[in-house]
């Protein structure tokens, strides 16, 4: 019997276990030590057949790794306890075996009882890496643990206080980081994930296939800001080999390279094969920030250089933040006029002017393509003389796409992002989203990401530029219809028309008498709604100066700036003085005397990733100075972006039909001119109730900008584990505009 409790012992099936009442001459008390030993030989014969599941179906090779340290260290360990016990009581040692050469069970049992919380403990592990009831012998796919999570799990069982537990836990722990180490030196070396449950991933959305950290795979060691590290060192390391590919050895060296790419790799390499086991958070951080630092000055130089980042996002702040406003007014007037074009056709060749009526419309991408070709045109043709260097337009024509927004694509939550203020946008109700109004259906102008730019800029980022941008051009082509509607002259104070020259005296002196009791009348009913409009200009000239001339191009030369290791060129604060000044071009350069600190200041140079965090939180506050983080405000402001497209399409209408009730009085009559004179009365009743919609709107939006000035601003979205010394511009204040809308309106007209 005691032969066959040592082979159950030792993993094999016995039936000794299976019925002790079987045994008559068993008393109870040793009924109960023999469960406690065939507990014991259930669990290591679950053990041994899990753990070789585990390494053998497991698609962590994190997991696989553990089990097999389960198998060749922690389950050797107990057979080595049971040849042990053997080598006992086949030597007859005193402190096992008894008189007469027995072994009491009881002495048996105590031999083993130190092994019945690490092997329950193990067993536990092995279930949540791969859950399965042992003795049905069946496991659960759809429940399979990561290697991350196991990671994280046996981080926190190192706590529990058991110090055989903690032992064991470390062992794995050790094991499991060791895998996960590899998997990090292979992402180094060949830029591709060996497991998937690496914290790196290859996504595909529509801004193409790109690299991205998920949260669900980060072990506890791991911050998200040293994540996004781990992320820029893997694709950088990958653009400088494909620069190195792409040109000879003397050109590459004398770019300013010190060593090969595998030299460079080995170090990295070397660098965390230094790190003592378990990992601690702070080494590890430590370890990836002088991997990061050794690769900051090959970046800066081969590939990435500052001045290029600074290019890029220049020419995203000329395009998608408006600061070139030739290309946005050429772009909002050929929309304009492709929709006129598609409205003519759907009234079947029709023309009955222009009612924004565009349901039924569909767009397709050729339509918007061609847009935007006609649009860069029309820039590139008002150029002039410069036209042939505009190198701006060229790359616009090359990366910038006027393109249908897409459905959101489903994706779970986790986002490598510190800021994701798109994320945050996109989320919100449609009704504060502004890409539907300069086409009838949401488009958005966007740029699909080249590397090695996105070491700079993220998915998000762009996002977050084309927000901005609908938002801003909403409020650009409200201002030129508006403005296009006041310099209709003749429509608005009425014009001394004279009747056919070729009719006798007294009939052209009824029919001038005629038109003038209609003009008059015309613009007597039209008065209250011209003062609405001479309002609405104002508010949005002033509201588009503040956004795109003062706080867009202040935020810029601040981290345009700090890029460049200069000091700002202006001041930080929000002075009426300071909203009165011209923007200029002013540099450290043009300064011929510049102290000590600055001088420091402008040898500064940031590495690429740093000038990406920095951009991040750049985006993050310009987001809340243009007041995209205020629900109030952005649903008042879309109302009346609204109320301007009605009462523009029923001002258009209007000057159709009195243009056709001219027309008729000078003889030519299609004959509905009785039709057109009832449509004259409706129509202006219509502007009527759309003049006070309009005008109520904007005692609405003024006051949800009131109350932005009044209250704190929120803090901005970005929250970076690893700070940056970039301190944004905050010098944005709506009293400004307030005040100038005090001051104007009822008191100054607009130029015509």
Known sequence: MLQEVLLALSGHASPIFEDTTSFPHITPPESALLQSLGHLAALHRALKTHAARIAAEHPSNICRAIANAVRSRHLNRFQATILEVERRILSNDPGLVAAHKTVPLASLVGDFTVWHRPLEWLWDTLCFMLPVDYKAGTANPKLVGSGPATINRLRSERLTGFAEIEELATVLLSTGESAWLKQLTIFFMSNERSSSDFCIHKTSSRHGSRLRVSKRNLPGFMSMSTAQSVLHVGKAYRYLEQAEKHSNGDEFRSSG???????????????????????????????????????????????????????????????????????TDALIMEADSHLRIRHTQLQDGVSRGFRGDLAGITLR????????????????????????????????????????????????????????????????????????????????????????????????????????????????????????????????????????????????????????????????????????????????????????????????????????????????????????????????????????????????????????????????????????????????????????????????????????????????????????AQEEHDVVAELNNASERLNAAMKTLTTALGEVDTKAKTAPIYAADRPVDFEPWRGGSVDRVLMRLDFHIGSQMPSE
């Open 257 to 327: 390279l010190s060593a090969p790419m595998n030299t460079d790799r080995l170090v990295a390499v070397n660098t965390l094969a230094s790190l003592q086991l378990p990992i601690n958070a702070d080494k590890f951080d430590a370890a990836i920030s002088e991997v990061r630092a050794s690769l900051s000055s090959q970046l800066s130089t081969a590939i990435l250089p500052s001045a290029k980042i600074v290019e890029i996002i220049e020419k995203l702040n000329h395009f998608l933040l408006l600061q070139r406003v030739d290309f």
């Open 365 to 676: 991408e050729g339509e918007l393509n061609s847009i935007m070709s006609r649009a860069l045109a029309a820039t590139f043709g008002g150029a002039g003389t410069y036209a042939s260097v505009d190198t701006d337009l060229d790359w616009a024509g090359e990366n910038i796409k006027f393109d249908l927004v897409k459905p959101s694509e489903p994706e779970d939550d986790e986002d490598d992002e510190h800021l994701d203020v798109a994320k945050a946008n996109n989320s919100s109700s449609n009704s504060s989203n502004f890409n539907d109004f300069i086409m009838p259906a949401a488009t958005h102008l966007t740029i699909q990401l080249q590397p090695p730019l996105d070491l700079v800029l993220s998915a998000s980022d762009i996002e977050t530029y084309t927000t901005m941008n609908s938002y801003l051009l909403s409020i650009r082509r409200a201002h030129l219809h508006m403005t296009w509607m006041w310099r209709q002259a003749h429509f608005r104070k009425g014009a001394a028309f004279v009747a056919n020259s070729n009719s006798n005296y007294k009939y052209r002196m009824l029919a001038s008498e005629k038109l003038r009791k209609r003009f008059d009348k015309r613009v007597k009913a039209m008065r209250a709604i011209w003062t609405t409009c001479t309002q609405c200009v104002h508010l949005l000239l002033e509201l588009g100066e503040y956004l795109i001339s003062h706080v867009g191009y202040r935020s810029w030369d601040t981290f345009r700036h700090w890029v460049q290791g200069r000091p700002p060129a202006h001041r930080t604060g929000s002075s009426a003085e300071e909203m009165n000044e011209v923007p200029s071009e002013q540099t450290a350069d043009s300064n011929p005397v510049l102290s000590a600190s600055e001088q420091h200041h402008i040898q500064t140079q940031h590495d690429p990733e740093t000038i990406s965090q920095g951009h991040r939180h750049y985006l993050a506050t310009l987001y809340a100075e243009f007041l995209l983080d205020q629900p109030s405000y952005k649903a008042a402001l879309r109302t009346l972006l609204q109320r301007v497209d009605q009462l523009v399409a029923l001002v258009q209408r209007l000057q159709t039909v009195q243009g056709r009730l001219d027309l008729a009085d000078e003889g030519v009559d299609d004959g509905f001119s009785e039709k057109y």
